[in-house]
């Protein structure tokens, strides 16, 4: 295959990640989304590597997956402690800063 | 191969910041729970001072922190800019921490104890009562040292760890509150998912960047702006991406949703954190981004920057005039400083100097606005709501003359730093041809002056409600935040061509 497959692809996972953070309503799924995003990107990343013959794209994406996981870890706590108070993931149901 | 040179003094800053946030780390596991304030409160003290000094030892400077014999490798690239703008934050956020640590307003101060007990249980009303987690002082340390990073970085993968680094403790600080503490999650929760999604962007950007260049160096991609063979919609692409993500931080319209909500949710020590920090570390990105690495592709980029920036003046100034809540107000009028500060990024070079001037006079001027807010209270919660400060001149005299003199440094009247500050900046601005910009720029202006003035007459003209809200008389920490503040707002007004002689000397990024 060549390298414009796997950018279609990245592009196309992208773009879904990015459809589902508009669409989706429950915070875990949105989260998911963006975590595709990511991925998407390191696909990227590991794409344009090879394309550009250099080696930094493969390292990048080793940090991109190191810091995604600490957002993980963020973002679990953060969505476990509305949880616990509401009993609902929901993002529409997290409206008490509506102006 | 050659060995690797490493300039030691000049990472200095940002190894103390992130040195004393592990050491606070280790405080929280030895030293018993009654004692952690003070030696918590100290440690951070020291360390951002430290860091000043440090920084401050490092002026003049104009190189790379690594190099392997003649080669400098860029991904972290001390110069002017940079360390005018760590020296910033290192300032502001000295200030901000004792805020983050005044405790006499409410008991125990403005954090919740235990984060992991269910919001509004009795555990919850119980725990009221207890000090606040003293977690938050290495949280905002590490918050910090990212900050310090992202002005300085000369690659975008240091810059997006650093990106992250930043902005992750400050997910954990804004769901931190002890009152209202649904709403602080909440806000917590939208700056989290905002905050990933704009990540994801940046990561998606670079990638774009990389494939177009071959590189993640900054300069490397200038070069390639003018070089490169490959196809420049990849440049464009992630030149697009790459704004969203650092637009997102530095809250320009239409990346600006978050800003009011996590503002208000937020606790209000760690939204001036946010106000004065963040904005400085930003926009200090945005500069290196488009002044290093994308000069020149300036042509690509200008047309949908300028309409941001437009977008950002006139959008945070009309929403700012309905606000009926003092830190939404504010939020809004953060946006619209975003907003000329955006003249500063379009007109390149010459207007680095003053943008670095106007971020450090606003971050000083916001951080005490905010450090007011949190001091008038109705009861244990603050009275945010602009209808209880009315006649606040009447009963608390000295706290309307400090909120009336930030006001009018917002507005930007003469002989305070707002004035100066924008005085200079909008002159960069029509130096480097941006008169249309710089014409929205004033007209915005004006328009924002109006809710700040409303606040002033509010103030002053009308009547206390029976039930007024207090102020707490506060203890030295935020008296000190507050003094700082208004000391630099007056001084940067009357003589400012102190600092503005720094910030001109430390205009120039290294030059590859």
């Not at chain 1, 080696?55 to 949880?83: K, S």
């Not at chain 2, 000090?131 to 002082?137: C, D, K, L, V």
């Not at chain 2, 910009?437 to 002033?456: C, D, E, M, N, T």
């Amino acid at each position: 295959m060549s390298p414009e497959h796997y950018l279609i692809l990245s592009a196309a996972l992208f773009t879904i990640g990015a459809i589902g953070v508009m669409v989706r309503r429950n915070s875990i799924v949105v989260f998911m989304c963006i975590e595709l995003m990511l991925n998407a990107g390191n696909l990227a990343l590991v794409t344009f590597s090879r394309t550009t013959g250099t080696i930094d794209g493969q390292i990048m994406a080793f940090f991109v997956m190191a810091v995604a996981a600490a957002e993980v870890v963020i973002g679990l706590a953060i969505i476990m402690a509305i949880y616990r108070s509401r009993r609902s993931a929901s993002v529409d149901d997290a409206n008490l800063l509506k102006a | 191969m050659s060995e690797m040179h490493i300039d030691w003094a000049g990472l200095s800053p940002m190894i103390i910041v992130f040195a004393a946030a592990f050491v606070g780390l280790l405080f929280e596991a030895v030293v018993p729970k009654t004692k952690r304030l003070p030696v918590q409160v100290a440690l951070a003290i020291a360390a951002l001072a430290a860091a000043f000094i440090a920084v401050a030892a490092n002026a003049g400077k104009s190189a790379t922190a690594f190099s392997t014999g003649e080669t400098d490798i860029g991904s972290v690239v001390l110069d002017g800019p940079g360390l005018f703008l760590q020296g910033t934050i290192a300032i502001l956020a000295l200030i901000a921490v004792l805020l983050l640590a005044e405790q006499r307003t409410t008991k125990g101060g403005d954090f919740v104890n235990e984060a992991a007990v269910v919001a509004d249980s009795a555990a919850d009303v119980a725990q009221r009562r207890e000090p606040g987690a003293t977690e938050i002082f290495p949280l905002a340390l590490f918050a910090v040292g990212g900050m310090m990073m992202f002005v300085v970085s000369g690659d975008l993968l240091t810059m997006f760890v650093a990106l992250e680094m930043l902005s992750l403790p400050l997910y954990l600080l804004c769901g931190l509150a002890k009152r209202r503490r649904l709403i602080s999650q909440e806000a917590a929760l939208k700056y989290f998912l905002l905050g990933a999604f704009a990540s994801a962007f940046f990561v998606y950007g670079m990638a774009m960047l990389y494939g177009f260049a071959g590189t993640i160096d900054l300069n490397g991609i200038n070069q390639a702006g003018i070089s490169s063979g490959e196809p420049r919609i990849l440049l464009y692409i992630g030149v697009g991406m790459l704004a969203v993500a650092l637009l997102f931080k530095a809250a320009a319209v239409p990346f600006h949703m978050w800003t009011p909500d996590v503002y208000t949710g937020a606790p209000t020590p760690v939204t001036a954190l946010m106000a004065g920090c963040v904005k400085v570390a930003a926009f200090g990105g945005l500069l290196r981004v488009f002044n290093v690495g994308l000069e020149s592709s300036a042509w690509d980029w200008h047309m949908i920057l300028t309409v941001i920036a437009i977008a950002t003046m006139i959008g945070g100034a009309f929403f700012a005039v309905t606000q009926r809540n003092i830190k939404r107000l504010l939020a809004y009028s953060s946006i619209a400083n975003a907003g000329y500060l955006l003249i500063g990024v379009i007109a390149l070079g010459d207007a680095v100097g003053q943008t670095m001037f106007y971020l450090a006079a606003y971050g000083f001027t916001v951080i005490a606005a905010f450090a007011v807010v949190s001091l008038v209270r109705d009861g244990d919660n603050e009275a945010t709501d602009l209808s209880r400060w009315a006649g606040l001149g009447k009963n608390s005299p000295g706290t309307a003359v400090i909120f009336t003199i930030l006001m009018l440094a917002l507005a930007g009247i003469p002989f305070t730093s707002g004035f100066t500050a924008k005085f200079g900046l909008f002159s960069a601005g029509v130096e480097a041809g941006e008169v249309g910009l710089v014409v929205v720029g004033v007209i915005s202006s004006a328009i924002l002056a109006f809710p700040y003035l409303r606040v002033v007459v509010l103030l002053w003209l009308n009547e206390p409600a029976p039930d007024a809200p207090t102020v707490n008389l506060p203890s030295p920490m935020a008296g000190t935040v507050v003094a700082a503040g208004v000391a630099a707002t007056i001084l940067l007004g009357v003589a400012p061509g102190f600092l503005l002689d720094i910030a001109s000397q430390a205009s120039t990024y290294m030059a590859n």
